[in-house]
């Protein structure tokens, strides 16, 4: 079985050395960082999670099988982090955040903030209540009825008609341009 994940999972569990925005203090207060995962990317081993000790030397927590495994990572190089925090007030906003990080031997070295994007947390829900409005109208009994029948057999059947016709005019325009050189 082919694992097409790229990422990692990383437990972070003491941010105060990671150079939050000053905008998004509050979001933090609400984090149990000791199960908050960050999405990771550049590290050996793929689908694992790993874990900042103290927020300065990582362990690998388990493989991507699920077995436990913890060791101390012996990894020099860059990695980067990150996460989305959506606000639980419509009024706020959402944060898109990544960072990097510098590992030397397995201890963090320097961190970056890499980007920061800010959205107003509003257009988030209204994009999650016109998903679930959409899920509740394909689940009611109507649109089982009524609608998918329809969209068998009406639309995939004048979708066969149009392919159909396209085929029939393709070999109309090769033998009138065999009949005819011009």
């Given at each position: 079985m082919?694992?097409?994940?790229?990422f990692?999972?990383?437990?972070?569990d003491?941010?105060s050395?990671?150079p939050?925005?000053?905008?998004?203090k509050y979001?933090?207060?609400?984090i149990?960082w000791?199960?908050?995962?960050?999405?990771i990317?550049?590290?050996?081993?793929?689908g694992s999670?790993?874990h900042?000790?103290d927020?300065?030397v990582?362990?690998?927590?388990?493989?991507?099988?699920g077995?436990?495994k913890v060791?101390?990572?012996?990894?020099?190089?860059?990695?980067?982090?990150?996460?989305?925090?959506v606000d639980d007030n419509k009024?706020?906003d959402?944060?898109?955040?990544?960072?990097?990080?510098?590992i030397?031997?397995?201890?963090v070295s320097?961190i970056?903030?890499?980007e920061c994007i800010?959205?107003p947390a509003?257009?988030?829900?209204?994009?999650?209540e016109k998903a679930?409005?959409?899920?509740?109208?394909?689940?009611?009994w109507w649109?089982?009825f009524?609608y998918?029948p329809w969209?068998f057999?009406?639309?995939n059947?004048a979708?066969m008609?149009?392919?159909i016709?396209g085929i029939?005019?393709?070999?109309?325009?090769k033998i009138?341009?065999f009949?005819?050189?011009?």
């Open positions: 082919t694992n097409s994940q790229q990692s999972y990383l437990l972070w003491d941010p050395n990671i939050f925005p000053e905008e998004m979001h933090l207060e609400k149990d000791t199960t908050f995962q960050w999405i990317f550049n590290l050996p081993i793929i999670v790993f900042m000790l927020g300065k990582l362990y690998l927590n388990s493989l991507p099988n077995d436990p060791e101390r990572q012996v990894f020099t190089g860059e990695i980067i982090i990150g996460h989305f925090f009024e706020g959402n944060f898109f955040l990544t960072f990097q990080v510098t030397i031997d397995g201890n320097d970056k903030r890499q800010r959205s509003k257009d988030f829900y209204d994009a999650e679930s409005q959409i899920r509740q109208r394909q689940n009611s649109y089982k009524f998918s969209k057999l009406v639309r059947m979708q008609i149009m392919i016709l029939v005019e393709y070999f109309v325009v009138a341009n009949l005819s050189p011009i």
